[in-house]
């Protein structure tokens, strides 16, 4: 029989000082799992063994940890993202399972193949006719939403803005544009040490009446997630730091 591939989510903490109990941010279930798989496709082989050390510490691994097997997704794939057909053939990458073998998915924080690598291996993990199973976790996007205020029935991930100043802005006020036509709530991320950019970029290029919400360290005792208006937010100081992740979100 094959094996499953496991898309397993990781905290959010990762890049912050702090980090959460793991037992506060994963339900037993994903964490069993994840202490039975010996085999893994991750984003980066460092964060995921971090991980498998945190697992370890709350439920003893099926192997040591310097036994597990780890495979890590080309360079290029994080780079230029693997969500196209033609980007990266992940079928090599999937034998474990076909011989038999359970294998995880993991990114640095989060579920995997959301905002992160991993579309590929999912893909032909189905054409592979190998069973799909997402476990339970933090997803920073949909926890930045449902905290928001804007619409939940109708919204979109544009993933990152444009880094030149003339360029960002004109993506701002477009997003904002189709975010007022349709009703869709526009959500998107940076770089954290472009926050403070971002959202400077924000408040100069966005309508006062154009309510925005941003949502930061989720999952973490400082988290903070704000939605107002933008003629609000030019009374307020700046939400976001340069070193803390955060998710953006503007809409009606």
């Given amino acids: 029989m094959k094996g499953r591939l496991y898309l397993v989510p ?3 903490d990762f890049g912050c000082d702090a980090v959460a109990p793991l037992a506060d941010v994963l339900p037993a279930g994903t964490i069993g799992v994840a202490a039975g798989l010996t085999r893994w496709i991750c984003e980066n082989a460092k964060s995921a063994r971090a991980f498998l050390k945190r697992v370890g510490e709350v439920q003893p691994l099926a192997l040591a940890l310097q036994q597990q097997r780890i495979q890590e997704l080309p ?29 995880g998915l993991v990114s640095e924080a989060g579920m995997p193949a959301i905002a992160d ?31 928001s205020g804007l619409n939940g029935q109708n919204f979109a991930f ?19 544009a189709l975010a007022l036509r349709t009703g869709q709530s526009q959500l998107f991320i940076e770089t954290p040490y472009r926050n403070v950019a971002l959202w400077q970029a924000m408040l100069q290029s ?27 937010w030019k009374k307020q100081g700046e939400p976001v730091t340069n070193d803390v992740p955060a998710v953006f979100a503007l809409g009606a």
């Fill in 10 to 12: 990781t905290p959010l």
């Fill in 206 to 232: 966005l309508k006062p009446t154009t309510r925005v919400a941003v949502a930061s360290a989720l999952t973490l005792p400082t988290a903070r997630c704000r939605s107002a208006l933008v003629s609000e």
């Fill in 117 to 147: 690598p991993g579309s590929s291996v999912v893909r032909a993990a189905h054409d592979l006719g190998i069973e799909v199973v997402p476990l339970v976790g933090p997803v920073s996007l949909l926890l930045t939403l449902a905290a």
């Fill in 158 to 176: 544009v993933g990152y803005l444009p880094q030149e100043a003339a360029a960002r802005q004109q993506r701002l006020r477009e997003l904002e």
């Fill in 75 to 103: 360079r290029a794939v994080h780079k230029k993202g693997d969500h196209a057909p033609a980007s990266f053939d992940a079928r090599g990458l999937l034998q474990p399972a076909l011989d038999g073998h359970n294998i």
